[in-house]
């Protein structure tokens, strides 16, 4: 079997990956937030995600992957404070104070959430898991931390604290300088590392019964009760943003490692972030952007998963439409020229494939990957069943979809279709310059015509 060779944030260094079961990887990934649709900064780490499964499985491994969906706890700012965004969203959508409404409102963006991932062809996990349904294990695991003296009770809620785990953020070496919000902000919190476990019910009156009090799970106790029901601890890998370092990875290791006694993951694997400008796109922000956006702008969903594909997944990216726009060019041509290979009795070329395995296993080099694939694409010497063969195996980890048919129901904004009426007229009075200019004009703004 072929190394596999990952950045590990744990280790600070690109490290040799070696699997706890020889025949399966445990891996977990942060998922959504249900209260608003997913950006396409958000849907990065899935893709990144689902390519490393791809390939861990393209070397023969079973992978059991678990994604949460918090549908409650998660407060506006990582380091609890502010409202729960699931509360937020509710007043929002003008929506009455219940458990209930939460539930449907999460259900409602977790189907858009489910849909996105469907369209940019990522595989689904083994299971979602939604926090509001393992309320008895996050107590559990709370109690847990009491009776070991690794938790206190304050006015408001049950913290973790910090100053009795002496490896406390060691991930990404943040020790020293972790700011989850300083101690002034809770006087009663005995470190401002400390965070909770559990905030107690609010003047909302929202919240699920406890024996220390009633109110909601933290965040961060969310994932770890979650991956130890479903996957047991110590688990292969465990992906996110690297937003999540400083605070919430952190704080998942503090909690699970003092309760079990056991490391949580091996591996902790993080995806840069999309930014526009300096700014990384964000759900609060100017800069929301969804699959929606970009499918009114011309752009097709796999274009945007293969733009992703051209840079290494730990590199920040910056959003232009522009190059969205070229990256959907380049796979259209590619997906052109797949189907234009004839089929046969085609068989995979061994040397492309030990070059693109090489690719893949060296830290998920995707841009390595589709460099080889172009010169695949080029290679006249191969015939063409042998070149089909090849790319439609290689695809398999890329999961660009070459075999299909493209086609998606894209709103055709009014200034276009105003131009297509336009044109339309100026090809029935035969003015054929005209409708050539208005051709590129209708170019220009991400669409063709073809008469």
Same mark, same amino acid.
């Given at each position: 079997?072929?190394?596999?060779?990952?950045?590990?944030?744990?280790?600070?260094?690109?490290?040799?990956?070696?699997?706890?079961?020889?025949?399966?990887?445990?891996?977990?990934?942060?998922?959504?937030?249900?209260?608003?649709?997913?950006?396409?900064?958000?849907?990065?780490?899935? !893709?990144?995600?689902?390519?490393?499964?791809?390939?861990?499985?393209?070397?023969?491994?079973?992978?059991?992957?678990?994604?949460? !969906?918090?549908? !409650?706890?998660?407060?506006?700012?990582?380091?609890?404070?502010?409202?729960?965004?699931?509360?937020?969203?509710?007043?929002?959508?003008?929506?009455?104070?219940?458990?209930?409404?939460?539930?449907?409102?999460?259900?409602?963006?977790?189907?858009?959430?489910?849909?996105?991932?469907?369209?940019?062809?990522?595989?689904?996990?083994?299971?979602?898991?939604?926090?509001?349904?393992?309320?008895?294990?996050?107590?559990?695991?709370?109690?847990?931390?009491?009776?070991?003296?690794?938790?206190?009770?304050?006015?408001? #809620?049950?913290?973790?604290?910090?100053?009795?785990?002496?490896?406390?953020?060691?991930? $990404?070496?943040?020790?020293? /300088?972790? /700011?989850?919000?300083?101690?002034?902000?809770?006087?009663?919190?005995?470190?401002?590392?400390?965070?909770?476990?559990?905030?107690?019910?609010?003047?909302?009156?929202?919240?699920?019964?406890?024996?220390?009090?009633? $109110?909601?799970?933290?965040?961060?106790?969310?994932?770890?009760?979650?991956?130890?029901?479903?996957?047991?601890?110590?688990?292969?890998?465990?992906?996110?943003?690297?937003?999540?370092?400083? !605070?919430?990875?952190?704080?998942?290791?503090?909690?699970?490692?003092?309760?079990? #006694?056991?490391?949580?993951?091996?591996?902790?694997?993080?995806?840069?972030?999309?930014?526009?400008?300096? /700014?990384?796109?964000?759900?609060? $922000?100017?800069?929301?952007?969804?699959?929606?956006?970009?499918?009114?702008?011309?752009?097709?969903?796999?274009?945007?998963?293969?733009?992703?594909?051209?840079?290494?997944?730990?590199?920040?990216?910056?959003?232009?439409?522009?190059?969205?726009?070229?990256?959907?060019?380049?796979?259209?041509?590619?997906?052109?020229?797949?189907?234009?290979?004839?089929?046969?009795?085609?068989?995979?070329?061994?040397?492309?494939?030990?070059?693109?395995?090489?690719?893949?296993?060296? /830290?998920?080099?995707?841009?390595?990957?589709?460099?080889?694939?172009?010169?695949?694409?080029?290679?006249?010497?191969?015939?063409?069943?042998?070149?089909?063969?090849?790319?439609?195996?290689?695809?398999?980890?890329?999961?660009?979809?070459?075999?299909?048919?493209?086609?998606?129901?894209?709103?055709?904004?009014?200034?276009?279709?105003?131009?297509?009426?336009?044109?339309?007229?100026?090809?029935?009075?035969?003015?054929?310059?005209?409708?050539?200019?208005?051709?590129?004009?209708?170019?220009?703004?991400?669409?063709?015509?073809?008469?």
């Amino acid at each position: 079997m072929n190394e596999i060779w990952l950045s590990n944030t744990l280790g600070k260094e690109k490290q040799k990956f070696t699997p706890i079961n020889p025949k399966e990887v445990k891996l977990y990934s942060c998922g959504p937030t249900v209260y608003n649709y997913a950006h396409i900064g958000n849907l990065r780490a899935y !893709v990144f995600a689902d390519t490393l499964k791809r390939t861990l499985k393209y070397n023969g491994f079973n992978v059991k992957h678990i994604m949460n !969906v918090t549908d !409650v706890g998660h407060l506006t700012s990582d380091a609890d404070q502010g409202d729960d965004k699931m509360v937020k969203a509710l007043k929002r959508e003008g929506k009455e104070m219940n458990l209930e409404n939460m539930r449907s409102i999460a259900n409602f963006y977790f189907e858009a959430f489910k849909t996105d991932l469907e369209k940019l062809n990522i595989e689904l996990p083994s299971a979602f898991p939604f926090a509001s349904d393992h309320i008895k294990e996050d107590i559990e695991m709370i109690q847990t931390l009491l009776q070991k003296d690794f938790a206190y009770k304050t006015t408001d #809620g049950i913290y973790f604290d910090t100053t009795k785990d002496t490896h406390y953020g060691r991930l $990404g070496g943040i020790a020293e /300088d972790n /700011d989850h919000g300083r101690i002034e902000s809770n006087t009663e919190k005995k470190n401002y590392r400390d965070f909770a476990l559990w905030k107690f019910a609010d003047g909302t009156g929202l919240g699920f019964v406890a024996p220390f009090g009633n $109110g909601f799970p933290g965040w961060h106790i969310e994932c770890s009760a979650m991956i130890e029901k479903y996957l047991g601890t110590p688990i292969d890998i465990h992906t996110g943003g690297i937003d999540h370092i400083p !605070v919430h990875h952190n704080n998942e290791i503090a909690q699970t490692e003092c309760a079990t #006694g056991h490391n949580l993951a091996n591996f902790w694997m993080h995806n840069a972030h999309i930014t526009i400008g300096e /700014d990384k796109m964000a759900k609060s $922000g100017d800069n929301f952007l969804t699959l929606e956006t970009l499918s009114k702008n011309g752009v097709h969903t796999l274009a945007y998963r293969y733009w992703l594909l051209t840079a290494r997944y730990s590199t920040r990216v910056d959003y232009s439409l522009d190059a969205i726009k070229s990256a959907q060019v380049a796979y259209e041509k590619l997906h052109a020229h797949f189907n234009s290979l004839s089929n046969g009795n085609g068989v995979v070329n061994t040397e492309y494939k030990e070059r693109f395995i090489e690719a893949v296993n060296n /830290d998920l080099d995707t841009p390595k990957a589709l460099a080889i694939v172009w010169e695949l694409v080029k290679d006249g010497e191969l015939n063409q069943a042998d070149r089909k063969a090849t790319l439609t195996d290689f695809d398999k980890v890329l999961g660009l979809m070459l075999g299909s048919v493209i086609k998606e129901n894209i709103e055709i904004p009014e200034d276009v279709q105003k131009l297509i009426e336009e044109r339309k007229i100026a090809r029935e009075n035969k003015d054929w310059t005209k409708a050539d200019e208005l051709r590129n004009q209708i170019q220009s703004k991400g669409f063709e015509i073809k008469d």
